[in-house]
C-alpha cells in the first residue's frame, strides 16, 4: 500500500500580529531551540561517541559480556536519534545527513541487501570511516548497525568475527561523524538556531518568528503522520493475516515501540516548551485537546507487551494499534487545525510520499 503523509504548510498572518504576539513568539522559539533541539542534538553526539569504545572493547575480546555492553549502548544511540527524528529541515537536510543517519522507509530492504552484499563480499573498503562516509547511505547509518548487532549472523560477534565487527566499529564512526556534523549545522553564529533566531525581513528563511515556529508545528505534525502512517499503519494493514511488521524500523533489535513513544513524547516536550503556552492565549483547549491524545498514544503503546514481531500478530494488541493510530491521527488534526488558528497562522496543505 502506498501511503501519503500530508504536512500543513503554515503561513504567519503578520497583519494580525501585534508587538506582545511577536515578543512571545521569540521567547517561545528560543526555549524550543536551546532547551529541545540542541540539547537532543547534543545527547545523540554524546551517545554516538560512546558507542566507539564498547566497540572496539568487543572486536579486542569477543565475549557475551562485551555484546550485551554495546547492545545497551546501541538502544541509548537508537532513542536519542528518536529525540531528533522529527528535524527532518535545515542541517538534516545538507549533505543528505539525515538519510545517512536513518535511511528508512525502505519497504522493498534495499538498504539491507547491500549490507548483505558488503559482509558476503568481505569488501575492505568499508572497514574505515573514510571510505565508508563516501559509500551509500544504506550502508552506514543506524539500521545498517542494527543489521550488523541483531541481523543474521550477529552471533559470530561472540566468537571472533572480526570482520563484522570491524565494520562495525567503521559504521559507528560515521555515525558519530555524521552527528558532530548534523548538531554543528544547530550551532554557532552561523548555525541554523541563530538563522531561526534571527528571523525578520533580512533573513532569506523566515521573515518572522511566527514563520519559524510554523516550521516547529510542521515537523512535529508530520512526525506524528509518520509514526501513524508509516510506522503503525503500515506494518498492521487492516487484518492481522496481512500484517507487515517489519515494515517498521528496529524490529530486529525490538526497539520499534520504544522509538515510537520517544518520538511523541518528544513532540509534546516540544510542544510544552514555549508553543503550547501561546496557544493558551488564544484557545485553551486546543491545547487540552492535543495533551489528551497524546497522552491517550502514549498510555497505549505502553501496554505493548510483547515483541513488535508478535505484536503485530497479537489480537489484543492490534486493537491497541489500530487504536494509537487513530488517536495520532486526531492528535496530527489538532496541529493542522486549531494550534495554526490559534496562533494566527493560516494553512495549506502540501503532500509528501512516503517511500
Not at 192 to 212: F, H
Not at 308 to 330: M, P, T
Not at 331 to 348: C, H, M
Request: with cysteine.
Amino acid at each position: 500500500m502506498h501511503f501519503v503523509i500530508v504536512c500543513v504548510v503554515l503561513t504567519i498572518v503578520t497583519t494580525s500580529a501585534t508587538a506582545a504576539d511577536k515578543l512571545h513568539f521569540a521567547h517561545a522559539l528560543k526555549k524550543a531551540l536551546e532547551d529541545i533541539i540542541i540539547q537532543d542534538h547534543e545527547a545523540f553526539l554524546d551517545s554516538a561517541l560512546e558507542m566507539i569504545e564498547p566497540i572496539h572493547n568487543l572486536c579486542d575480546d569477543p565475549s557475551k559480556k562485551n555484546l550485551e555492553v554495546v547492545h545497551k549502548n546501541f538502544e541509548v544511540l537508537v532513542l536519542n536519534w528518536s529525540r531528533i527524528e522529527m528535524y527532518r529541515f535545515g542541517p538534516a537536510l545538507e549533505n543528505n545527513l539525515f538519510e545517512k543517519l536513518f535511511y528508512w522507509p525502505d519497504r522493498r530492504g534495499r538498504a539491507i541487501n547491500q549490507v548483505r552484499k558488503v559482509l558476503f563480499r568481505q569488501d575492505q573498503t568499508v572497514l574505515t570511516t573514510e571510505t565508508l562516509a563516501q559509500k551509500s547511505v544504506a550502508v552506514q547509518g543506524l539500521l545498517a548497525l542494527e543489521f550488523i548487532l541483531f541481523g543474521t549472523g550477529s552471533e559470530t560477534l561472540v566468537i571472533g568475527n572480526t570482520y563484522r565487527c570491524n565494520y562495525l566499529g567503521s559504521i559507528a564512526g560515521v555515525i558519530a561523524m555524521n552527528a558532530s556534523s548534523l548538531l554543528g549545522g544547530w550551532q554557532g553564529e552561523a548555525g541554523y538556531a541563530t538563522e531561526m533566531l534571527n528571523a525578520g525581513q533580512a533573513n532569506s528563511l523566515y521573515n518572522s518568528s511566527g514563520e519559524a515556529i510554523q516550521e516547529l508545528i510542521k515537523a512535529a505534525a508530520t512526525q506524528l503522520q509518520i509514526v501513524g502512517e508509516l510506522k503503525i499503519a503500515a506494518s498492521i494493514g487492516k487484518l492481522a493475516k496481512k500484517a507487515k511488521p517489519k515494515r517498521a524500523p528496529f524490529w530486529r533489535s525490538d526497539l520499534t515501540t520504544a522509538t515510537m513513544l520517544v518520538n511523541i513524547i518528544t513532540v509534546k516536550r516540544l510542544l510544552d516548551s514555549g508553543i503550547s503556552e501561546l496557544v493558551v492565549r488564544k484557545d485553551v483547549n486546543a491545547d487540552k485537546s492535543i495533551k489528551f491524545q497524546l497522552n491517550q498514544v502514549s498510555l497505549a503503546l505502553e501496554t505493548i507487551n510483547n515483541h513488535w514481531i508478535d505484536a503485530v500478530s497479537s489480537e489484543q494488541e492490534l486493537k491497541v494499534l489500530f487504536r494509537s493510530h487513530h488517536l495520532l491521527a486526531k492528535t496530527v488534526k489538532i496541529l493542522q487545525t486549531s494550534y495554526p488558528r490559534a496562533l494566527g497562522l493560516i494553512f495549506g496543505f502540501n503532500t509528501l510520499d512516503g517511500d
